[in-house]
């Protein structure tokens, strides 16, 4: 089962032919937090083993900070249960210069980590606080669920879309983009991002080193360099900053990302909506579903990386043609003005998008969602729905003219079928 590496780009038969299969997909009865069905033993041992990382509160001594947003992914991740979302927001700050550019770095930036540590002997390093007059942009916390069926998804699945959206959704003005991005193989792809609000990570395991490092700050192989509080290394040259023996990153082989993104690649997806609901014909007919594709498959083999060196393992039995009920088609949009975020593109945590573009949220696991939009700004499914366009500009106009239009039971039936997802 052991192979050498396979270039992730896995052209699968079916393209776009998925819609069809939206109700009959494997049955995937798994409970929401636990792991897909179907794990292979040694899959099981991996997800046991990212579980403890993913679940466990890090003190200094096992590499926690010199600054942190909190002391373990569990903090944040864990509504309604752990792997889930949050209404917590997360803080990032730049400054935009008087010629218009941007400096994501200035002052300890992009990541605002509020809290600092104490390490030996007896060094206090103070949390961050946001810079005056810098730029500044929140983001509400992410569910995990079926990240592993994400990031298999094959590329040319995603790019096809892309091509699919230009060609039929032109009437609508709808053309999602896809935010390329190197990944972290040597050497590196250019391949379609999909993690992130913006879309700005290509793999979960970037994706999830990049939290490691920058939510609890935990240093890898993929983020060597520690982030210090207001981006001042020189404050700890008289402190002992204990290296980051859990992270396990004294041999170049990152075993402590890997299984990190082990539990996220292992944990189920939110159950598939029950069929025959009327509002699932009208999310087709008024057009959410240009954007909001219900369903990417896999390919009929999925290989994953258990190394950084490219050994592979695989084809998994969980992950491997298996349908991905998402409900996005993982691209960037332009959401008009009303929508700008503050960050413009080519920073961390944006990668091309600009200001106006954002992923296609996935609507999988929206029944359990108090909070939406990628501000937590709207606190129910119809305020969600007219923040798409609420001054009729950005891609999704004239779809939610399509749905302000609708009959009061037909926009119930809609959200109806959008709350049970
Ligand atoms: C302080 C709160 C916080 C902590 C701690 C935290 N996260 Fe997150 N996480 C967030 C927020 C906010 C986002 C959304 C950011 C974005 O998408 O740009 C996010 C996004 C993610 C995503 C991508 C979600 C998506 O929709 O594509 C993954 C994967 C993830 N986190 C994993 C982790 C892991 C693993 C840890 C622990 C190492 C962790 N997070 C710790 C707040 C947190
Ligand atoms: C042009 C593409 C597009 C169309 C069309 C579209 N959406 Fe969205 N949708 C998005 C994007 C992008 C986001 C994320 C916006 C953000 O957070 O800034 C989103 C977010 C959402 C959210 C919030 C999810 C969350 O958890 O935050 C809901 C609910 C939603 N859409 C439902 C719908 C419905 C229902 C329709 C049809 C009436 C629809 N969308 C049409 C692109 C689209």
């Known amino acids: 089962m052991f192979t ?43 997800y046991t083993a990212g579980q403890k990382m993913f679940f466990r509160l890090w003190g200094v001594k096992e590499g926690l900070g010199p600054v942190t947003t909190d002391g373990g ?12 979302g949050a209404a917590r927001l997360s803080t990032y700050f730049g400054l935009t210069n008087p010629d218009g550019s941007f400096d994501q770095s200035y002052l300890g930036g992009p990541f605002l980590q509020p809290f600092g540590t104490v390490v030996p002997p ?13 730029t500044v942009e929140k983001r509400l ?7 592993g069926l994400i990031d298999a998804i094959a590329d040319a699945d995603i790019l096809n879309q892309v091509t699919f959206e230009l060609n039929n959704y032109q ?14 193989h040597s050497p590196p792809l250019l391949r379609p991002g999909r993690f992130g609000r913006k879309a700005q990570q290509p793999t979960l395991l970037q994706q999830v080193s990049s939290n490691f490092a920058h939510d609890l700050g935990i240093t890898n192989p993929l983020v060597p360099l520690p982030d210090c509080s207001q981006g001042n290394c020189s404050i700890n040259a008289n402190c002992m900053l204990p290296p980051d023996p859990n992270s396990r990153n004294t041999t170049s082989n990152g075993p402590g990302i890997l299984d990190l993104s082990h539990y996220e690649r292992f944990l189920a997806p939110p159950p ?63 959401m008009g003005k009303l929508n700008a975020g503050a960050f413009p593109a080519n920073t961390l ?28 700004k709207t606190k129910d499914i119809p305020s969600a729905i007219l923040q798409h366009s609420p001054d009729g500009t950005g891609e999704a106009a004239a779809v939610i003219g399509r749905y302000k239009a609708l009959s009061p039971s037909d926009q119930a039936a809609l959200i109806a079928f959008v709350a049970s997802l």
């Open 349 to 376: 945590i944006t990668a091309q998008a600009t200001q106006q573009m954002w992923r296609t949220t996935p609507l999988w696991g929206t029944s359990v969602r108090t909070v939406f939009w990628h501000d937590g």
């Open 171 to 184: 009437a609508d003005g709808i053309h999602g983009m896809a935010n390329m991005e190197l990944d972290y």
């Open 272 to 334: 598939p909506p029950i069929p025959g609901q009327p509002g699932q014909a009208i999310f087709t007919s008024v057009g959410c579903i240009e954007c909001h594709l219900p369903s990417y498959h896999t390919p009929t083999q999925v290989f994953f990386d258990i190394d950084l060196k490219g050994t592979q393992f695989g084809p998994s039995p969980s992950l491997s043609n298996q349908p991905v009920n998402l409900y996005s088609d993982l691209l960037l949009h332009d």
């Open 141 to 147: 916390t992410s569910p995990l669920f079926g990240f």
């Open 4 to 46: 050498q590496r396979h270039f992730p780009v896995f052209p699968t038969i079916v393209a776009f032919a998925v819609l069809a299969v939206l109700c009959c997909g494997s049955a995937q009865a798994q409970q929401l937090g636990g792991p897909l069905p179907n794990l292979d033993p040694q899959e099981a041992k991996w």
């Open 73 to 84: 992914c569990v903090r944040c991740h864990k509504s309604p249960v752990i792997g889930g």
């Open 122 to 134: 007896s060094c206090t390093i103070p949390g961050e606080i946001i810079p005056a007059g810098a």
